[in-house]
């Protein structure tokens, strides 16, 4: 596979036997599932998918992929995809981070990673071109990421400098790690990389630490591999760089400008775990951010024109010290305006914290904010919550519960599962259904992109189909081939791309992958069959779920209730998703995507796309309904 | 050094620095055809996350590498100032490296010789993108306006992260070093 943009080689790390091969994949598999997310799909059904529903994602069956594309370092803004059995799902899904790891991974000489087992003490995997080693990480273990990356540069480094006495100075190798709330399993723990990325959707982070891994450390010194055309590529990275350099306002507030916006004008940001999704805090204008916390004012990943990120630092007052990124929208919205907080210092106080404790932004103000409406309602006491008065917009009482969750203490042992299997444990415990206060799909939380208000990207059904459940970048979306689909989108998450490098010239893309790999894909194409190929195995997975919690789509091919009840303000006051609406729409996606009146893919849809172990599979979900 | 009348000097301004390594890339493209990171003649150091490094040859007045090379392997180019590597020649001993205050010159991964840049003959592609992409982290000055500080330029990436990281994190930038 050389000459398409692939190293060729995979690298396969057995955690139990300490074994670690390389395997060379077939052209045919290569050409339909591409990388990233499509090849994470393939393998995983591979090697998993007979026993779908019995494997434990947090068991050492399960697999971690870290998978780079094609256009993984040769498309501008380098990404990597994270996957595996989904510990929120139970299905799969696509995970994608940015950074420099996923190119020094291909300078390595690799596509990709597989890792299997479980170690049985805390170790990292370190690979220094075809020098790949396991470690012991005993001493790293139960850092947070600041000092773990802090920790792992100083030991590569010193020790490559004394391998290599007249190289010269060595640059910081790639890290991709997990924080303590990775090590204890939380589902809501993600993959880290560079103190504030996170491979975030899907729970990795806490399949990582099942295995024991604490960190992949990567350094290579080859060149990314050949392209099938280079010189229509290096005129294409000249076009894709003209045109996101233009785009001044994703540049200079990145997705920042949304904790305002998104509110103030779309309505469709959740504040107050979801009770609202408007508001008009000018305090948390990008404008305060930009004045009060920002020190660096364009910070990007390896080959990015568009540098949307920020670096914030709170330097005096009570949450001096805090330093992440932008906040990013989402997480402006989730650990600022979902928990009813309104001021830079504390939103960048909270998302400092969650980076350094490797937990996901998204999942974690989810649950942090349903726990809030729980007290809010005299549900979840002070007693139940280990003393914290959870009250809306205390940065501190929020806080203290990210370290009972991160420690899975008391509560924070419940709240740990994320918020759809802690709903259905607070339930049990109270007696009361308390699920309709749970904003999320398919295990998933929902992402910062309301649908009451009809003026955001999103649409009634973006969550009810998706394969990725509450994920804000993989939507359910008719025509499937728009750019906005995650048909579409499964696309960019196997090239492995952002999104972000995609929308100013969408064109530009996909001549950009025949440039690399020789070939030849439209969004009709895609959809109509490699991309579609992806979904049906993601949605087939999903339905199989397991073991502890099953998806029927009757019941969860479904919006969370309060996306039925009125929004309360705003402009749009009044307005909520319309059930008759979403079963309407729902029909027609199934149609489009080739399921039937059940939501299981159809029988002739998979054979034509050579899915007939997939097919049989299902067999087992179609029983449910006779 | 006479005669450095028209010679430029790449200025560096390394908070402005976004990490987006688009000089790395157009560096490598230009000498090696290729993305090559590691081989790339300007480096980005990233030693503490947001503290990024372009770390490039200064040029300095008395030229303390091209003094140290055992085998007449560096010379500097009359016309733009910079130092040319003989790759025949270099044997990659590491004494050049050894002798600039900034322990600037890397190998070639290939193990063979020495990189050190070149000012790509008097037009840096590495400014022109960051030019291009309104970063201004790295831009052209005449070389006359600027020779008494060139040198202090060549230092360490762990002096300048040092610096830096408490620059930008003030007190709390100690910790992360």
Redesign the interface.
């Known amino acids: 596979m050389k000459d398409r943009g692939y190293t060729g080689k995979i690298l396969e790390v057995n955690l139990s036997t300490e074994k670690i091969t390389e395997i060379t994949l077939e052209e045919e598999i290569l050409r339909k599932y591409i990388g990233g997310r499509g090849l994470a799909a393939k393998i995983l059904w591979d090697r998993l998918g007979s026993r779908w529903e019995e494997i434990d994602p947090l068991g050492p069956e399960n697999l971690l992929l870290i998978l780079t594309g094609p256009l993984t370092?040769?498309y501008p803004g380098a990404r990597i995809c994270v996957s595996g059995k989904s510990p929120q799902s139970n299905g799969i899904v696509g995970s994608t981070v940015g950074g420099?790891f996923p190119?020094?991974l291909k300078?390595a000489g690799y596509d990709g990673i597989i890792i299997s087992g479980a170690a049985k003490s805390p170790v990292y995997i370190f690979i220094k071109d075809n020098d790949v080693e396991i470690r012991d990480a005993s001493h790293i273990w139960g850092k947070d990421g600041?000092e773990t990356?802090?920790m792992l540069?100083k030991e590569i480094?010193s020790e490559l400098e004394k391998k290599?006495?007249?190289?010269?100075?060595w640059?910081?190798p790639g890290i991709l790690y997990i924080g303590p709330g990775g090590e204890n399993k939380s589902r809501m723990a993600v993959v880290m990389c560079?103190?504030?990325h996170a491979a975030g959707y899907g729970g990795y982070g806490a399949v990582m630490g099942s295995k024991n891994l604490k960190a992949v450390v990567v350094k290579?010194?080859?060149?990314?591999p050949?392209v099938y055309n280079?010189m229509r590529m290096?005129f294409l990275l000249d076009e894709v760089?003209?045109v996101y350099?233009e785009r001044d306002g994703m540049r200079r507030w990145g997705t920042g400008s949304g904790g305002y916006a998104v509110g103030y004008i779309s309505s469709s940001e959740p504040v107050r775990n979801w009770q609202e999704e408007w508001h008009d805090e000018k305090s948390f204008g990008v404008d305060k951010f930009e004045r009060k916390v920002w020190?660096?004012?364009?910070?990007?990943?390896?080959?990015?024109?568009t540098?949307c990120l920020k670096?914030a630092?709170v330097?005096t007052g009570p949450y001096?010290?805090a330093?992440t990124?932008n906040p990013d929208y989402e997480l402006q919205a989730y650990l600022g305006t979902n928990l009813g907080i309104f001021t830079p210092e504390e939103n960048v106080y909270i998302s400092a914290l969650i980076d350094d404790v490797g937990l996901c932004g998204i999942n974690a103000g989810n649950v942090l904010g349903f726990a809030a409406e729980l007290y809010q309602r005299g549900i979840l006491t002070k007693e139940d919550l280990n003393g914290i008065e959870l009250k809306w917009g205390d940065a501190k009482a929020f806080a203290k519960l990210i370290e009972l969750i991160v420690k899975r203490k008391g509560i924070g042992d419940i709240l740990a599962e994320g918020t759809f299997r802690a709903a259905l444990k607070i339930s049990e415990m109270k007696g009361v259904d308390v699920m309709k206060y749970a904003v999320q799909a398919k295990g998933i939380a929902i992402g910062a992109h309301g649908i009451r208000s009809r003026l955001d990207y999103t649409t009634p059904i973006s969550y009810v189909c998706s394969v990725q459940g509450g994920d804000h970048t993989s939507v359910a979306r008719i025509p499937i081939e728009s750019h906005g689909s995650e048909v579409v989108r499964a696309m960019l998450d196997s090239a492995v791309i952002c999104i972000f490098n995609y929308f100013g010239k969408p064109k530009l893309f996909w001549d950009f992958f025949e440039a690399v790999t020789g070939w030849h894909e439209t969004p009709e194409s895609w959809a109509t069959e490699n991309g579609l190929r992806i979904i049906q195995i993601q949605r087939a997975a999903l339905l199989l779920g397991g073991p502890d919690f099953s998806w029927d789509p009757k019941i969860h091919d479904e919006n969370p209730p309060r996306f039925y009840e009125p929004l309360p303000t705003g402009p749009c006051a009044g307005q909520a998703a319309d059930r008759e609406e979403v079963e309407k729409m729902k029909k027609e996606y199934y149609e489009k995507v080739g399921w039937d009146e059940n939501g299981i893919p159809k029988s002739e849809v998979l054979l034509k796309l050579g899915l007939k172990d997939v097919d049989e599979a299902l067999n087992k979900v179609r029983r449910r309904y006779k | 050094m006479a005669g450095r009348d028209g010679q430029i000097w790449i200025m560096r301004d390394f908070?402005?620095c976004?990490?987006?390594?688009?000089c790395e890339?157009a560096c490598?493209?230009a000498h090696?055809?290729?993305?090559?990171?590691?081989?790339s003649r300007i480096?980005?150091?990233?030693?503490?996350?947001?503290i990024e490094i372009p770390?490039l040859c200064t040029q300095c007045e008395d030229y303390p590498c091209v003094d140290a090379c055992p085998v007449n392997a560096l010379s500097v180019n009359k016309t733009t100032g910079a130092v040319i590597v003989d790759k025949e020649k270099c044997t990659?001993?590491?004494l050049c490296?050894q002798a600039c205050p900034g322990?600037?010159?890397?190998?070639h991964?290939s193990g063979k010789y020495?990189l050190i840049c070149d000012l790509c003959d008097g037009d840096p592609q590495c400014v022109k993108?960051c030019q291009?992409?309104?970063?201004n982290a790295l831009w052209i000055v005449p070389r006359s306006t600027v020779e008494k500080q060139c040198k202090l330029y060549a230092r360490?990436?762990e002096e300048i992260t040092k610096e830096l990281t408490i620059n930008?994190?003030?007190k709390?930038g100690e910790?992360?070093?």
């Open positions: 370092g040769f420099e190119v020094e300078c600041k990356i802090k540069n480094r290599y006495r007249n190289f010269g100075k640059k910081e560079k103190w504030t290579g010194t080859g060149p990314l050949e280079p290096r760089y003209r350099i020190v660096k004012r364009y910070w990007g990943d390896y080959g990015c024109p540098t670096i630092v330097k001096a010290g330093i990124d | 908070i402005k976004s990490g987006c390594r688009l890339i490598s493209l090696e055809g290729k993305i090559w990171p590691e081989a480096r980005i150091f990233m030693l503490v996350p947001g770390h990659a001993c590491g490296i322990k600037i010159p890397h190998l991964p020495i993108v291009m992409g309104k970063w360490t990436p930008l994190y003030g709390f910790e992360l070093l």
